[in-house]
């Protein structure tokens, strides 16, 4: 899926919770939620991401956690957003052509 174009990827949607992801990070970087929910999606093992409310920066990068369990504790200082399942198919295709040029 890495090696895929962004445009190929159905885009998952995702319930918020307060709270945090009871499980150690997968992967961590400071981005804007859009961001995080893109990279989650395009990520077959992240379940969801947790967003630390304390390194909010410019009211819109966060500190983000993502996590392949989805098991949230409660808390005030943390969100997470969790990766509802997608009944459409990962890909989606569009109408053209498929060829090669030779010069």
């Known amino acids: 899926c890495e090696l895929l174009p962004f445009c190929c990827v159905a885009m998952h949607t ?12 997968m992967h ?3 981005m804007m939620v859009e961001d995080a929910a893109t990279w ?3 990520t077959p093992a992240c379940r969801g991401f947790t967003l630390s409310l304390k390194h909010l920066q410019d009211n ?7 996590h392949n369990t989805s098991a949230v504790t409660l808390s005030g200082e943390w969100i997470s ?11 989606s295709f569009q109408p053209g ?7």
Do not use: Q, W
């Open 14 to 25: 995702f319930s918020t919770e307060p709270g945090f992801i009871m499980s150690d990070a």
């Open 28 to 30: 961590t970087e400071f």
């Open 81 to 91: 957003h969790l990766k509802e399942a997608t009944t459409a198919f990962a890909y």
């Open 60 to 66: 819109r990068v966060h500190y983000v956690l993502f």
């Open 40 to 42: 989650c999606s395009r």
């Open 97 to 103: 052509y498929l060829g090669a040029y030779t010069t």
